[in-house]
Nanobody, 117 residues
């Protein structure tokens, strides 16, 4: 069982930055692939960025060059640095953990990010 707690969301003006954090507990963090997803009102939940247990990263095209995902296994935490934010980045951002072998997945409760124009 893994518990995920996101933090760092808020209201920011377009062009600004935010850093999201996701603290994990309850299992061995390093064996999980981690991801950030987002869901805007009335839309499906989409992947934003992903980092494997080995540190390989992937990004949605819409955030490439603006967002950076990273992880600190010593702190059981994954981060999402978001720069040059746009109003279309407004959504609830969710942290996800995926066991690299068994495929078991866990979700955080989400954190709201609102970008004003």
């Amino acid at each position: 069982q893994v518990q995920l707690v996101e933090s760092g969301g808020g209201l920011v003006q377009a062009g600004g930055s935010l850093r999201l954090s996701c603290a994990a507990s309850g299992s061995i963090f390093s064996i999980y692939n981690m991801g950030w997803y987002r869901q805007a009102p009335g839309k499906q939940r989409d992947i934003v960025a992903h980092i494997s247990s080995g540190g390989i990263t992937n990004y949605a095209d819409s955030v490439k060059g603006r967002f950076t995902i990273s992880r600190d296994n010593a702190k059981n935490t994954v981060y999402l640095q978001m720069n040059s934010l746009k109003p279309e980045d407004t959504a609830v951002y969710y942290c996800n953990a995926l066991h690299r072998t068994w495929g078991t997945t866990y979700w955080g409760q989400g954190t709201q990010v609102t970008v004003s124009s």
